[in-house]
């Protein structure tokens, strides 16, 4: 991530044009301030776009793995750009949702490029209620179905073809609350309704 001269970038401001006019036919004066100009081009051009840089859609593609940091996003340079500025534009969106089947659904689909079906739900109950009875004993597990994205925005050309089953479990153990038990099961395609009811 670093910026250097860029080679025929012409500097908005030249040095040379704010001199006295004393140096205004000063060959030596124009052409020193000329090489200076050349060093600062890229500065100027830099701050003249500088809220491109912290818009993940517009910002240079070795600033991406920065801008995820600032907002604790994930970036992984093997990913198709696209991807990658859309999982760094969503990642402050998907903390709001973080410990939720919505969120771990978006997480899944932003990360690794998967579409996902959660059932079950943890144990989660509430009462509007003070003092009223405990619920019923919560589901064993909540299960996260996962298949690859046939939309052409999966991660790669073989992405539609095969999903890292390592990788999603590791994804969601990290999200998942870690009061509940989360069950994986990759799937090749959407689950037909007869999976959906099991």
Not at 87 to 102: D, P
Not at 120 to 135: H, K, R, V
Request: hydrophobic share 45%; aromatic share 6%.
């Amino acid at each position: 991530m670093s910026r250097a001269a860029v080679p025929g970038l012409p500097s908005r401001h030249p040095i040379g044009e704010q001199l006295p006019a004393l140096y205004a036919d000063d060959d030596f004066a124009q052409r020193f301030t000329a090489g200076l100009d050349t060093v600062l081009a890229p500065v100027f051009t830099t701050l003249d776009n500088l809220p491109s840089y912290f818009d993940p859609r517009l910002a240079p593609a070795d600033f991406l793995a920065w801008l995820a940091t600032w907002v604790g996003g994930t970036d992984d340079p093997r990913w198709p750009l696209a991807l990658r500025r859309e999982a760094v534009a969503g990642a402050v969106e998907l903390h709001r949702w973080s410990g939720t089947r919505r969120g771990l659904v978006e997480a899944l689909r932003l990360v690794l490029g998967v579409s996902a079906e959660i059932t079950g739900d943890g144990g989660a109950a509430w009462s509007n209620t003070a003092g009223g009875a405990l619920p019923p004993a919560p589901a064993d597990e909540v299960l996260v179905r996962v298949w690859p994205r046939h939309d052409g925005a999966a991660h790669g050309a073989d992405a539609a073809h095969a999903v890292d089953a390592d990788r999603v479990l590791a994804l969601v153990r990290s999200l998942c609350p870690v009061h509940t038990i989360c069950r994986v099961e990759v799937l090749t395609g959407p689950p037909t309704s007869e999976e959906g009811r099991q």
